[in-house]
């Protein structure tokens, strides 16, 4: 496996795998919709960043860094295909987001998730992350704020 940022040929499995873990467990929602169809408009061309995991050249992992006022970033839009988690994918996704955010001299990363979602509220506590008290969100989804400062 490997960590490739994001190519305008990833545009649609970035879609398809986001919608899926999504659809399985929650609905799309307007923000979804906007960063999952225009991921360049809505993430790159803001300073943000993608990463995209790939086995034998097929997309089976993805993470987007976006850009926050402060100058850090929160991680979304992870998720691992089904075939694919249990194999590290989503730990490897997250240093890449950690060392990316290192990299430009981010202060921290933040994110917003569900607490059904333990696999991954695992992963993040077990790099540092840290819970946050609630605030406002775009997500009807978002119960759970976290960061890690860098």
Not at 62 to 69: D, E, G, N, R
Request: a neutral charge; charged letters at 25%; one cysteine or more.
């Amino acid at each position: 496996m490997r960590i490739i940022d994001f190519e305008p040929r990833h545009t649609d499995a970035w879609k398809t795998l986001n919608e899926a873990w999504i659809a399985k467990h929650f609905s799309l929602e307007p923000k979804d919709r906007e960063v999952l169809d225009h991921p360049q408009a809505n993430i790159l061309d803001k300073g943000g960043h993608i990463f995209m995991a790939e086995l034998d050249g097929e997309p089976v992992g993805c993470v987007a860094l976006l850009p926050l006022a402060d100058g850090g970033f929160e991680v979304g839009k992870m998720t691992v295909s089904e075939a694919a988690r249990g194999t590290g994918l989503g730990r490897r996704l997250m240093e890449a987001c950690i060392a990316k955010a290192k990299a430009l001299g981010a202060p921290r990363l933040y994110l917003e998730t569900n607490a059904s979602l333990a696999p991954a509220l695992s992963l993040y506590r077990s790099v540092g992350f840290v819970h946050l008290p609630p605030r406002p969100t775009p997500y009807a989804r978002a119960d759970v704020w976290m960061e890690l400062k860098l």
